[in-house]
């Protein structure tokens, strides 16, 4: 199954248009997150993805990120296969630190 894939440009602009909208879930590992993570992101480590499948299901897609866009994607197969609608985050949170943009850091409350 192809897992559809969508640039940092394209986050930022569906995070612009309608923020309540946008379910991304970052999938790194917590020390990762805490020291910077796109603003809004929930954290759900990827070794724990397949725990989560029933609440990750929902309206519209669920955007998943990491640093590269490595993780994400094995994390978009993974829930595609259950019938999530996935879409990798190419570059990551790389790729949107690179960019200039807001990053957010310490735990999900933040």
């Known amino acids: 199954m192809a897992i559809r ?11 612009a248009a309608d ?36 609440e990750l299901h929902g309206d519209g897609p669920l955007y998943l990120i990491c640093k590269s866009g490595a993780r994400s994607r094995r994390a978009a197969e993974f829930l595609a296969d259950h019938g999530v609608d996935a879409v990798n985050v ?14 957010a850091k310490g735990d999900q409350s933040s």
């Open 90 to 103: 190419a570059g990551g949170t790389t790729a949107w630190t690179l960019s200039g943009r807001e990053v």
């Open 19 to 54: 923020p309540a909208k946008v379910r991304l879930v970052d999938v790194r590992e917590v020390h990762e997150y805490e020291n910077g993570h796109v603003p809004g992101a929930e954290l759900v480590v990827l070794a724990t993805v397949p725990d989560h499948v029933e």
């Open 5 to 15: 894939e969508i640039s940092v440009d394209e986050l930022a602009a569906a995070i």
